[in-house]
């Protein structure tokens, strides 16, 4: 069974600090794909990142990066510079491949409070 | 393309009545997702439609519950005999099916059905 395990409830930064947003994920499959999504308050989930299994490169948007380690099974998403409008709940997922159904299993999200 | 619609957004009822939710996903999306979302929580899946088909439904929906999507565009999750417990917000959420496709399995959500049971 798949999990996803996102330890930080809560962050609290100033305004133009970096953050890192942790997850750990747990799958028995070789072919997967993680997921960051984010959540401000008006309630919306929206899509920031997919990574496939296959693929260990870290990549860079902007602001915000990602690290991809196998090794630890982590997927950590990094703001930097944070500004308030980062404010939001963010979502790390995974999805597998068991019959080809991809349904994507969602952490418990980390609240990122970001103070001018 | 308007995204993904939900409506209503808030819906109160009172504890034994039954309340129905509807979803229209992306036009040419295929794959249609319900989930829901309690306070502190992430999404959790309840079931989800390729088409008209409904390939996969969690533990979490019970008898109570039932999702249909007649002709593979619209889809609606009605709850019979609500509890308390219902009280959440309803996720719908659209994606296409291309397996490994730059789309795949990139889920566009619509902004939720809150529901409160009394």
């Known amino acids: 069974a798949q999990k996803v395990t996102q330890a930080q409830t809560e962050i609290s930064v100033v305004e133009k600090e970096d953050v890192t947003l942790d997850c750990v994920y747990e799958?028995?499959?070789?072919?997967?794909?993680l997921f960051w999504y984010k959540q401000p308050p008006s309630g919306e989930l929206v899509f920031l990142i997919r990574r496939n299994s296959f693929d260990e490169q870290n990549e860079i948007s902007g602001r915000y990066s990602w690290n991809f380690q196998k090794s630890t099974s982590s997927f950590n998403f990094t703001i930097t510079a944070s500004q308030v409008v980062d404010s939001a709940v963010y979502f790390c997922?995974?999805?597998?491949?068991?019959?080809?159904?991809?349904?994507?299993?969602f952490g418990r999200g980390t609240s990122l409070i970001v103070h001018p | 393309d308007t995204g993904v619609s939900q409506d209503p957004r808030h819906k109160i009822t009172k504890r034994g009545q039954n309340v129905t939710f509807r979803c229209d996903p992306i036009s040419e999306h295929n794959r249609l997702y319900w989930y829901r979302q309690t306070l502190g929580q992430g999404p959790e899946f309840l079931t989800y439609f390729q088409n008209e088909a409904q390939l996969e439904k969690s533990r979490l929906l019970s008898d109570r519950f039932s999702a249909e999507r007649p002709k593979g565009s619209f889809s609606t999750l009605e709850i019979q005999r609500t509890e308390q417990g219902d009280s959440a917000m309803y996720l719908c959420?659209?994606?296409?099916?291309?397996?490994?496709?730059?789309?795949?399995?990139?889920?566009?959500f619509g902004a939720g059905s809150r529901l409160t049971v009394l």
């Open positions: 959420a659209s994606s296409h099916g291309a397996r490994g496709g730059s789309g795949a399995n990139v889920l566009t």
């Open positions: 799958t028995r499959d070789t072919t997967y794909y």
């Open positions: 997922a995974l999805s597998e491949a068991p019959g080809g159904s991809y349904i994507p299993t």
